[in-house]
């Protein structure tokens, strides 16, 4: 599965920004979907989840409240809805595919098929 994220730039603190990442050609399936994001030299982090069902997502502590992850009843595209952002949050979000039996992991290990990612700026 090839996934293209689009939806970043550059804003100002306090605003908010929707993320959206879609599967091309296809649906997503049994794929669970995540969002993580990484700074130059750093390693991704997670950021949210959600499973192939929908009916669970999971987040970060850092996001949590801020950031909702959520999909379309298609299931051809996952967004990342981010509200009150700070300039902490600027880095190139990407998003990625997990196993149909999902359950919270947070390691970018256990996730796949990444898309090229979207820069976020946030300025302040």
């Known amino acids: 599965v090839r996934l293209v994220e689009s939806g970043g730039g550059l804003v100002q603190a306090g605003d908010s920004l929707r993320l959206s990442c879609t599967a091309q050609?296809?649906?997503?399936?049994?794929?669970?979907l995540a969002w993580f994001r990484q700074l130059p030299g750093k390693e991704r982090d997670f950021l949210a989840a959600?499973?192939?069902?929908?009916?669970?997502?999971y987040y970060a502590e850092s996001v949590e409240g801020r950031f909702t992850i959520f999909k379309n009843n298609t299931k051809t595209t996952v967004y990342l809805q981010m509200n009150t952002l700070s300039p902490e949050d600027t880095a190139v979000y990407y998003c990625?595919?997990?196993?149909?039996?999902?359950?919270?992991?947070?390691?970018?290990?256990?996730?796949?098929?990444w898309g090229q990612g979207t820069q976020v700026t946030v300025s302040s």
């Open positions: 990625a595919v997990g196993p149909p039996w999902y359950s919270g992991s947070h390691y970018a290990a256990d996730f796949g098929a």
């Open positions: 050609g296809r649906d997503f399936g049994t794929f669970a």
């Open positions: 959600i499973t192939w069902t929908g009916d669970r997502t």
